[in-house]
């Protein structure tokens, strides 16, 4: 049974930072590619980072690049979204995603429970 689970939400001021984890189980990690996705209140779950088995690739939502960056720890099951400069409009529930699909992925069929992110302005 594949279990992802987030922690490392919490409340934040805006500019600040925190990191994301998430601890994979029940997979094999080292060869699934992984995603950070986030649903504000009211809105679509979206897209925000996404990072190939390896680690060696990775791409970002336009509304993230340069200030948010995901990682990887595959020794211990384990990837990262570090989240710098945040702003208000960063405030969700951040999801991690897995994939069974080759990178860049399709579609992500693993997912986790979600952390809460509030940035206060």
């Known amino acids: 049974q594949v279990q992802l689970v987030e922690s490392g939400g919490g409340l934040v001021q805006a500019g600040g930072s925190l990191r994301l984890s998430c601890a994979a189980s029940?997979?094999?990690?080292?060869?699934?590619?992984m995603a950070w996705f986030r649903q504000a209140p009211g809105k679509d779950r979206e897209f925000a980072a996404a990072?190939?088995?390896?680690?060696?690739?990775?791409y970002y939502a336009d509304s993230v690049k340069g200030r948010f960056t995901i990682s990887r720890d595959n020794a211990k099951n384990t990837v990262y979204l570090q989240m710098d400069s945040l702003k208000s409009e960063d405030t969700a529930v951040y999801f991690c995603?897995?994939?069974?699909?080759?990178?860049?992925?399709?579609?992500?069929?693993?997912w986790g429970q979600g952390t809460q992110v509030t940035v206060s302005s």
């Open positions: 990072i190939s088995w390896s680690g060696f690739s990775s």
């Open positions: 029940g997979l094999t990690f080292s060869r699934t590619p």
């Open positions: 995603a897995g994939s069974s699909d080759d990178y860049p992925p399709s579609g992500y069929e693993y």
